[in-house]
Structures are given as structure tokens and as C-alpha cells.
């Protein structure tokens, strides 16, 4: 299988580098194709704007979404943004590798997202969402670094369950394009850990990463399970 790592983290000797370093060593022994965005290693341009095209839609004023579909029919993305995408449509599996910062992405992981998550039809529109996305069929899983302990993050927890933090990316970027959502995977203030606790962490990482294609995957609904409003349509009474 082929899987694509994009890695934001601005220091190589961090844990995400390890834990990045720990999956392509697995998958790679296992005789999977792995691919590494590392985003700060590429100094990739996370600012969305004219840039991401070759092609002009309308000079006089910058509509993203016209942008990018005009460019989607001719050919009109920049270099480094298709080839980002190339990278999407090859892969059977996508890892975003991240530590959770301000309680979501990196900015630099963000603006990839904004720039290569195009609209047109090229990553998504014209019908294709959700289950019906184009990457229906392929695999997709965050790998993330909290600062916090875990209770901190439950339910009840001060900062609210992860989950619920995670949901915008795991629901409304990669459920959205179609991809299957596997439950991510989480570790807890490394840097508080011990060279012992982080190097279990790493073997939990490398069980979990070939497991990619079976793990459990997060279960939403879909389209056909809403109305015409967009609205969950309700169980019958018994």
C-alpha cells in the first residue's frame, strides 16, 4: 500500500520527528510505499492567495473557490500545490502528523490544507462530499501530540473531549473529501515523559501504523441519512 505522512513540526529531533521516523521504518519494512511531506523541511507557503495558480479566472477580484475551479479545468495550479495533490491521489493512506496547538492544526499544516484541498471537483465539489467524496475508499488518520494529561481532555475535562477538539479536521476536512476516518492516534505530554515511556509510545506507534488499513475508523453518517435540509433525519418511533 502507499501511504503519505504529512509531518508539520518545525524541529526534526522533536517526538512528532520520531514518531514520523517510526512509520516509515515500519511500513517500509512491511513493503509499504511511503511518501513524507515534512512542511517545514520543503518550507512550504502555507498563504493561500494567488499563488496557488498559474491561471487567472478574474484579475479584478480574488475569488478563491472561482480560482480554483477555473484552474481545475485548466490545468492552472502552481507547482507546489499539485504536487501536494499528486502526492493525495497516490496515496491508499493519509497520516497528518501534528501536535495540537492552540487546539487544532499548525498553522503551516492548516495552509496546506487550504491550498491543497481544492475545490472544482479537483479535491471536492460538484456533488463529490462526504461519502461520496473523492477519496472515498482511502484511509486516513491523525497522529497527535497533546500537551496536556488525558483527563484534561475528556469529557468533563477542563479543555473538553478531544474528540469534540478533533472534530473540525477528522469530520470537516477528511470525512468531508471522502476519506475513511480511522481513530486517531494520541499521545500525552511527551515532553514530561520519561526516554522509556516515549520509546513504549514509539513500539504503540509502530503496532498501530501497520495496522492502518484495519484499524477501527470513526463512524459518521451519511448523506443519504439527512434531508433535503441538510438536517439528520430522525429514527422512527417504535
Same mark, same amino acid.
Given at each position: 500500500?502507499?501511504?503519505?505522512?504529512?509531518?508539520?513540526?518545525?524541529?526534526?529531533?522533536?517526538?512528532?520527528?520520531?514518531?514520523?521516523?517510526?512509520?516509515?521504518?515500519?511500513?517500509?519494512?512491511?513493503?509499504?510505499?511511503?511518501?513524507?511531506?515534512?512542511?517545514?523541511?520543503?518550507?512550504?507557503?502555507?498563504?493561500?492567495?494567488?499563488?496557488?495558480?498559474?491561471?487567472?479566472?478574474?484579475?479584478?477580484?480574488?475569488?478563491?473557490?472561482?480560482?480554483?475551479?477555473?484552474?481545475?479545468?485548466?490545468?492552472?495550479?502552481?507547482?507546489?500545490?499539485?504536487?501536494?495533490?499528486?502526492?493525495?491521489?497516490?496515496?491508499?493512506?493519509?497520516?497528518?502528523?501534528?501536535?495540537?496547538?492552540?487546539?487544532?492544526?499548525?498553522?503551516?499544516?492548516?495552509?496546506?490544507?487550504?491550498?491543497?484541498?481544492?475545490?472544482?471537483?479537483?479535491?471536492?465539489?460538484?456533488?463529490?462530499?462526504?461519502?461520496?467524496?473523492?477519496?472515498?475508499?482511502? =484511509?486516513?488518520?491523525?497522529? @497527535?501530540?497533546?500537551?496536556?494529561?488525558? +483527563?484534561?481532555?475528556?469529557?468533563? #475535562? %477542563? $479543555?473538553?473531549?478531544?474528540?469534540?477538539?478533533?472534530?473540525?479536521?477528522?469530520?470537516?476536512?477528511?470525512?468531508?473529501?471522502?476519506?475513511?476516518?480511522?481513530?486517531?492516534?494520541?499521545?500525552?505530554?511527551?515532553?514530561?515523559?520519561?526516554?522509556?515511556?516515549?520509546?513504549?509510545?514509539?513500539? =504503540?506507534?509502530?503496532?498501530? @501504523?501497520?495496522?492502518?488499513?484495519?484499524? +477501527?475508523?470513526?463512524?459518521?453518517? #451519511? %448523506? $443519504?441519512?439527512?434531508?433535503?435540509?441538510?438536517?439528520?433525519?430522525?429514527?422512527?418511533?417504535?
Amino acid at each position: 500500500m502507499r501511504v503519505l505522512i504529512i509531518h508539520a513540526h518545525p524541529e526534526p529531533k522533536s517526538f512528532n520527528g520520531a514518531m514520523t521516523r517510526a512509520a516509515v521504518g515500519a511500513l517500509a519494512a512491511a513493503g509499504h510505499a511511503v511518501e513524507v511531506s515534512d512542511l517545514y523541511g520543503m518550507r512550504f507557503n502555507p498563504v493561500s492567495d494567488r499563488s496557488n495558480f498559474v491561471t487567472t479566472y478574474d484579475e479584478d477580484y480574488f475569488r478563491q473557490q472561482a480560482e480554483e475551479a477555473y484552474a481545475a479545468a485548466h490545468d492552472g495550479f502552481a507547482a507546489d500545490v499539485q504536487g501536494e495533490m499528486d502526492k493525495l491521489f497516490r496515496c491508499d493512506a493519509l497520516v497528518l502528523q501534528f501536535p495540537l496547538w492552540w487546539f487544532g492544526l499548525p498553522a503551516i499544516l492548516k495552509g496546506w490544507v487550504d491550498r491543497v484541498f481544492a475545490s472544482g471537483g479537483r479535491v471536492y465539489g460538484g456533488g463529490k462530499w462526504y461519502d461520496r467524496g473523492i477519496f472515498a475508499g482511502k =484511509r486516513a488518520m491523525c497522529s @497527535v501530540t497533546i500537551g496536556g494529561p488525558p +483527563p484534561m481532555y475528556s469529557e468533563h #475535562g %477542563l $479543555n473538553g473531549a478531544i474528540s469534540s477538539i478533533l472534530f473540525p479536521i477528522n469530520h470537516g476536512i477528511l470525512y468531508f473529501t471522502g476519506f475513511t476516518v480511522v481513530e486517531p492516534f494520541l499521545v500525552h505530554a511527551p515532553a514530561r515523559m520519561s526516554a522509556e515511556q516515549r520509546a513504549t509510545h514509539l513500539e =504503540r506507534y509502530r503496532r498501530r @501504523v501497520l495496522e492502518l488499513f484495519s484499524s +477501527p475508523a470513526i463512524v459518521y453518517p #451519511g %448523506l $443519504n441519512d439527512y434531508d433535503e435540509q441538510f438536517v439528520l433525519r430522525l429514527p422512527p418511533r417504535s
